[in-house]
Structure formats: structure tokens, C-alpha cells
């Protein structure tokens, strides 16, 4: 019996949408059971017309019919990833998308602050829509495996590192640095009370208090080598890794694809608007010189 292909509607092109779509319909698809079918370019401040411009096309190779209106995309497939690669405009494309009956994913950051993140998961829940965000590191094979295997008992506290690159529309953590922020929730969960962040020409410290004592850290780095790794205490040992950052984007699609058939978000959408506002109290605490700054949604 021939398997389903699930039907992807792609909105934003001037980032991870030509990625994805590359990875799903190249010749040697990355996961199988997808397909990106549709797509709707949006105008973008985070690259040239003519780059945006030769994205369309790219995709239009791989077999994407190129749409304008969102009731037409949405009709045409199962599930819709807005991929715009500028956040602030996350909750007004969700708005275009929350009424047309299919599970929607938000790629990151969720939105720029807790206040619209919290709008876009509250706009979902009217509509009954299904919605998931989440940086691809998150899911990745090296702090699986660490958050899997509990030999080592409770985690106690636990560091992550990424790159710390800033864009107009997304201030400080937002849009880059949330590839340190998401593996820190993923290792210590929701109830981050206060973040104390200090700056650094090398690139920030934050400092994130859980409600039960636990510490988090994230280094967003802007001087040398740009990886991705974390660091996990345990109650019995302590495990280090890198991240292979070639392997992220198949775990994450994987997610997106359950999400599509079943409707059930790996990450629950509180958490998501959690993560924004860790990051938007570590760019306030910045500002004020590392004072600690309350967790707006805790």
C-alpha cells in the first residue's frame, strides 16, 4: 500500500523556506512522507528583492507552485510552515493562516516579544488551530541522546552556546541566539523565574533563575568559533557536546511531520512564548548592566 504524502504549503522565502524545500524535494530527500507543494513569497527586510526574486525560483525548480493568496495555499495542502525569516511579522502571517482548518508551524523565534508570542498562541487557540515553533536544535541527535538517557540521574543545571548574530527587526537574543535559549528549555523545561545577562564584545551571558533554584546558562557568541553544545549536570555525572549542525533539519521536519498528521505539538505553545520572553529579559537585563529582570509570562 502506497504511503501518504503530506502536502506542505511553505510561507516566506527569504530564509529557511528555499532551505526546507530543498531538503524535502531535492533528489535525495532527507525524510520521507513530505512534500512542499505551495509556496507564498513574502517581501522581506532581511534580504534584496532580487535574492527573494531568485529564491522563487529555486523552488518553482523543485516542483512548488508559487501562490499569492493564503485561502488557495491553504486549501491545497495538509499542513503550512511560515518560514518568513523576519519574526516580528510571525503574528500578522498567523492571521492570514489561523482560520483555514490546518495545523500551522511558526518557524523561529515564535514572535519578537512574550506580549505578541502570547497573542499569535492565544490567536491559535481561538481558531482551534494546531501550532508548534521551535529552533531545529532543539531536536538535535546530540542532546537527545543526553536528555534520554537518565542513568545520571535529575538535571541540576545545564549551559548551551550559539552564535550571537543581530538583525534590525529582531533586538539582541531574538533571532539568532535562540539556538542556545531552545536546548536550554529543552534540558530544564518551563519556570524560568529571572534572567541577569551580561555583555560582552565576545558576545552576551545569560543567566536564566528557575522557580525550583536551578541555573541556566546561554553564551551567545560574536567572536570566534560559531558552534553549537551544551553542557548538562546531572545528580550523578556531567555530559558535554558539540552539535553537528548537518543533521539538524531532518530531526526537526521529523517533528513537523507527526505534528502535520496528528495535530499534537512536540513543544507546547506556553513554552514557545516562554523562550521569547527569557530572551527579551536578557536584552532588558543587558541594558541595565546585568540587573536581573523578571520572566514576563512566569
Not at 524560568?192 to 533563575?209: D, F, S, Y
Amino acid at each position: 500500500m502506497k504511503k501518504k504524502i503530506l502536502k506542505l504549503g511553505v510561507v516566506g522565502l527569504d530564509g529557511h523556506g528555499p532551505v526546507f524545500t530543498q531538503v524535502v524535494n531535492g533528489r535525495m530527500p532527507a525524510i520521507e512522507g513530505l512534500r512542499v507543494t505551495a509556496a507564498m513569497p513574502i517581501p522581506s527586510v532581511m534580504i534584496p528583492r532580487k535574492q527573494l526574486a531568485a529564491h522563487v525560483e529555486t523552488v518553482r525548480k523543485l516542483g512548488v507552485a508559487i501562490m499569492d493568496d493564503p485561502a488557495e495555499l491553504a486549501a491545497a495542502v495538509d499542513g503550512i510552515l511560515i518560514l518568513h525569516d523576519d519574526g516580528s511579522k510571525h503574528l500578522e502571517l498567523a492571521r492570514m493562516f489561523a482560520g483555514k482548518g490546518k495545523p500551522l508551524f511558526v518557524d523561529k523565534p515564535f514572535e519578537v516579544s512574550a506580549g505578541k508570542a502570547k497573542a499569535l498562541m492565544d490567536l491559535c487557540r481561538r481558531h482551534e488551530c494546531p501550532v508548534f515553533s521551535a529552533s531545529s536544535l532543539r531536536f538535535c541527535l546530540e542532546i537527545r541522546k543526553a536528555l534520554e538517557n537518565r542513568k545520571g540521574g535529575r538535571v541540576l543545571s545545564a549551559m548551551t552556546h550559539a552564535p550571537y548574530i543581530l538583525r534590525p527587526t529582531m533586538p539582541g537574543w531574538i533571532y539568532y541566539a535562540i539556538h542556545a535559549v531552545e536546548p536550554l528549555y529543552a534540558a530544564l523545561g518551563t519556570g524560568c523565574r529571572e534572567v541577569r545577562c551580561v555583555e560582552h564584545a565576545h558576545g552576551p551571558v545569560a543567566i536564566g533563575t528557575w522557580k525550583d533554584g536551578r541555573l541556566g546558562v546561554a553564551r551567545a557568541v560574536r567572536k570566534g568559533f560559531h558552534g553549537f553544545g551544551f553542557t548538562v549536570w546531572r545528580e550523578k555525572c556531567t555530559e558535554t557536546s558539540m552539535v553537528d549542525p548537518g543533521k539538524i533539519y531532518p530531526e526537526l521536519l521529523k517533528r513537523i511531520k507527526n505534528f502535520i498528521e496528528t495535530g499534537k505539538s512536540p513543544v507546547p505553545a506556553a513554552e514557545s512564548v516562554e523562550v521569547i520572553a527569557f530572551m527579551e529579559a536578557a536584552n532588558k537585563s543587558m541594558a541595565k548592566g546585568g540587573a536581573p529582570v523578571k520572566v514576563a509570562c512566569c
